[in-house]
């Protein structure tokens, strides 16, 4: 069983510009959700995916989009990147919300630097 | 707005000792808690979790109480031992939206001490 996974692994990129994340489920999970980690702090939900629609949204603007493909496997968007998009971008998959399932697993993040 | 607050940033425990590590929040619709250990360059791991309906929950030398009168959950580790060095955060989940989203704390770095 092979557990969540994200690449890239570190990214740069400049204000002003658009960046796409990365993120495989666990075999078997249908439901991810996508986290921003800033520097000291705990993970922030930004948005979850359920079976390729989103189900429900953080405190994000609308430049943090996300998409949820039929495998499961997931994208994170973010446009229009500014300066406090810095962070540790991680990604969670779980077995199923309807069967009562919430744990959660996380792959290691992407630290996404907004220069 | 920080509904889950781990007000203690570090603890230092020595080997073989109980480590005990807090955490309160605010919010009374939370109906589910967890514990996630990490360690650098990797994500959270999951540790152990509580019910809202129930006030303790172990696994092996993990025990996770919960009051909810007093909006206050804590992990005890016992024994300590070293390779439970890691930062912990405290999560909750609030299904108000059916979203599963899990709020957590800023996190707290143990250190056990050999």
């Known amino acids: 069983e092979t557990g969540v996974t994200q690449s890239p692994t570190h990214l740069i990129k400049t204000r002003g510009q658009q960046v796409t994340l990365r993120c495989s489920s666990q075999s078997g999970h249908n439901t991810v959700s996508w986290y921003q980690q800033a520097l000291g702090q705990g993970p922030q939900f930004i948005f979850q995916y359920y079976r390729e629609e989103e189900n429900g949204r953080g405190n994000f603007p609308p430049r943090f989009s996300g998409l949820q493909f039929p495998n499961y496997s997931s994208e994170l968007n973010v446009n229009a990147l500014e300066l406090d998009d810095s962070a540790l971008y991680l990604c969670a998959s779980s077995l199923d919300r309807l069967a009562g399932d919430f744990e959660q697993y996380f792959g290691p993040g992407t630290r996404l630097t907004v220069t | 707005d920080q509904q889950v607050k781990q007000n203690s940033p570090s603890l230092s425990v020595q080997e073989g000792r109980i480590s005990i590590l807090n955490c309160d929040y605010t919010?009374?619709?939370?109906?589910?808690f967890l514990w996630y250990k990490k360690y650098p360059a990797e994500g959270p791991t999951f540790l152990i979790s509580i019910s809202s309906i129930k006030d303790k929950n172990e696994d092996g030398r993990f025990t996770v109480f919960l009051n909810k009168s007093a909006k206050h959950l804590s992990l005890h580790i016992v024994p300590s031992q070293p390779g439970d060095s890691a930062v912990y955060f405290c999560?909750?989940?609030?299904?108000?939206?059916?979203?599963?989203?899990?709020?957590f704390g800023t996190g707290t770095r143990l250190t056990v001490i050999p």
């Open positions: 999560a909750a989940r609030d299904d108000q939206t059916g979203a599963n989203n899990l709020f």
């Open positions: 919010n009374s619709m939370f109906d589910y």
